[in-house]
């Protein structure tokens, strides 16, 4: 049985409250896990045939995650091995989490299309974007925090995309503002990404964090429903799988705009049951962070 003394009681009493003893013991199970180490080929730069002959003659092996277009993990190395090789330096890969991947994929980008990112630092699903449009969308990035948007306009331009970064807070955007499609992926708790190995990680982690971020998640999803044009379709995710961020949010702002769920799924992922159906919620193990993500029509 796993010692759930690691987290804190409060944690403790919501994932019993939400899945049960069972589930709860599977989770922390996963903040105990070590996560593999994962990229995506930028293919705005280079092909994964070339990628892969790169890492070959580095001595490193890396296999495709199949699930995820040009998705690849690391099975003897960590990015450290990266940092001074051209393939980092040159913007051919980045290096992103397998969970952070998916919801570009649902928001399904195409071609001459205007895109919000929302809260967009440090870049990788804006970058992910670019690439699935061919860099021929309209996409704008906004970032509250005036060093994450400069580290942010630091990756775009490494990765040779073409977005507009706006520095500003994107619940201030002006209701003039409209866009085709619109990826939220809001700031949390951090819920679905705790590693127990890790005590700084679990220190700086609150039952106020929680209560905080769902305010602003509310906030923001608010925004995006008013600059969303109608019949036009939205992603919101996070990296927790507390409800109080995820299916209540969404069920307190949903009706208020009369938007409605767009059922979505994907093969071989560990998941949790969501409050919300067609909602995915993806549980922590040593190949996935904890995610939520719905798609959402106005």
Do not use: W
């Not at 994929?105 to 809260?119: G, P, V, Y």
């Amino acid at each position: 049985m796993e010692n759930i003394v690691d987290i804190p009681k409060f944690l403790n009493d919501l994932l019993n409250k939400q899945y049960g003893n069972e589930l709860k013991n599977e989770i922390i199970k996963g903040y105990k896990s070590k996560r593999i180490t994962s990229f995506r080929v930028n293919t705005l730069k280079a092909t994964d045939l070339e990628v892969l002959d790169e890492i070959k003659n580095m001595g490193i092996d890396c296999k495709a995650y199949s699930d995820i277009p040009h998705a690849y993990i690391i099975t003897n190395g960590t990015a450290k091995d990266f940092y001074d090789t051209k393939l980092v330096k040159d913007g051919k890969i980045y290096f992103q989490s397998l969970s952070s991947m998916l919801p570009p994929l649902f928001l399904d980008a195409k071609e001459k299309e205007t895109i919000l990112d929302m809260a967009a630092a440090p870049g990788g699903k804006t970058t992910e974007l670019a690439a699935i449009t061919n860099n021929k969308a309209e996409i704008t990035a906004c970032e509250v925090n005036k060093i994450r948007a400069e580290r942010l306009k630091y990756n775009i331009n490494l990765q040779g995309a073409n977005v507009f970064v706006m520095n500003q807070d994107a619940k201030r955007l002006d209701d003039y503002f409209s866009f085709d499609k619109i990826l939220l992926d809001a700031p949390c708790s951090g819920a679905g990404t705790l590693d127990l190995n890790n005590p700084k990680n679990i220190k700086s982690f609150s039952f106020e964090l929680v209560k905080n971020s769902a305010k602003l998640q509310e906030e923001l999803l608010k925004k995006a429903l008013k600059i969303l044009k109608p019949n036009h379709e939205m992603i919101y995710s996070t990296c927790s799988i507390l409800a109080l961020e995820n299916e209540d949010v969404l069920n307190k702002v949903l009706k208020q705009f009369n938007a409605k769920i767009v059922p979505i799924s994907f093969p071989n992922l560990p998941t949790l049951p969501s409050k919300i159906d067609g909602t995915i919620l993806v549980r922590p193990n040593e190949y996935f962070e904890g995610f939520f993500i719905a798609k959402i029509k106005k």
